[in-house]
């Protein structure tokens, strides 16, 4: 079980695997998250035409097909599941020894919890448990209070760049690394 630092907010949560029956609420998270996080980085009718149903499938798949080289964890509070992170073996090296932190996602009305700290803690310590020496993510260029979550946890900006379409509008991302075994 995680709690925060006294003096903070005192929602008790813990961190567990996601089983498939999650996957209707993680998609829940997910598109509540995309809709608050990004409402001025993403078209709205993109944000709009966002299904449940459907990542509820994707995500039932991904729960139900998941390996060893992959992670997925969910926070769960009082009042439900509160975020998710995902991540396993990078998508973009064929080293083996390289991770990535696929996505994290926690509901706005839980910020400054500790449920994000706990939910990274719990995928870096994944990392290590699998061995890798290094891990990755992306972050929308212009999603600031992401990039400063992520730098206080550790994570460096690499100066790597790419150009994301999402719904018809060009995002640029950022690369964000960190050293998970010395």
């Not at 039932?60 to 926070?75: D, K, P, Q, T, W």
Request: proline share 3%.
């Amino acid at each position: 079980m995680s709690t925060i630092d006294p003096g903070e907010p005192t929602e008790v949560f813990t961190i567990r695997p996601a089983a498939p029956d999650d996957a209707a609420i993680i998609a829940r998270v997910q598109i509540e998250t995309w809709r608050t996080t990004y409402r001025d980085l993403i078209p709205a009718a993109y944000l709009a035409d966002l299904s449940i149903e459907r990542r509820t499938r994707t995500h039932r798949i991904h729960l139900e097909r998941r390996s060893l080289s992959v992670g997925i964890f969910v926070a769960e509070a009082e009042i439900g599941v509160v975020g998710y992170a995902s991540c396993g073996t990078s998508r973009e090296t064929d080293t083996a020894d390289v991770g990535e932190l696929f996505a994290i996602y926690v509901l706005e009305r839980t910020a400054g919890q500790g449920v994000g700290a706990s939910l990274i803690r719990r995928t870096e310590a994944w990392f290590q448990e699998h061995r890798y020496a290094h891990a990755h993510l992306w972050v929308l260029e212009g999603n600031h209070s992401a990039r400063g979550f992520y730098a206080h946890l550790g994570w460096i900006d690499s100066g790597e760049r790419k150009d994301e379409d999402i719904g018809g509008v060009i995002v640029r991302e950022v690369k964000y690394r960190k050293t998970i075994v010395p």
